[in-house]
Nanobody, 115 residues
């Protein structure tokens, strides 16, 4: 059974930083693509960052240069380091994985950036 558990969200001021963690079980984060998505109130869920099995990463344009996705095989955990946060980054952030023809989601963690 695949489980993805996010943590690290919270309330920060504009310009602040947060690091989100996604602890995975039932799936190896170094073998399957892993991603971070976010959903703001009244908006569709959007891809923020992804990392594939080879370690290649890609980001939505709005976070390039500010966010970094990474993984730790020893902890089987994926991270999203978020710097220079803006109010428009406010959203629920979800961890995602795709394996065996299915998608898996965590429960989400709230990130709120105050102006």
């Amino acid at each position: 059974q695949v489980q993805l558990v996010e943590s690290g969200g919270g309330l920060v001021h504009t310009g602040g930083s947060l690091r989100l963690s996604c602890a995975a079980s039932g799936i190896m984060v170094t073998i399957y693509p892993m991603g971070w998505y976010r959903q703001a109130p009244g908006k569709q869920r959007e891809l923020v960052a992804k990392i594939n099995s080879r370690g290649f990463t890609n980001y939505v344009d709005s976070v390039k240069g500010r966010f970094t996705i990474s993984r730790d095989s020893s902890k089987n955990t994926v991270y999203l380091q978020m710097n220079s946060l803006k109010p428009e980054d406010t959203a629920v952030y979800y961890c995602n994985s795709q394996a065996w023809g299915r998608e898996y989601w965590g429960q989400g963690t709230q990130v709120t950036v105050s102006s």
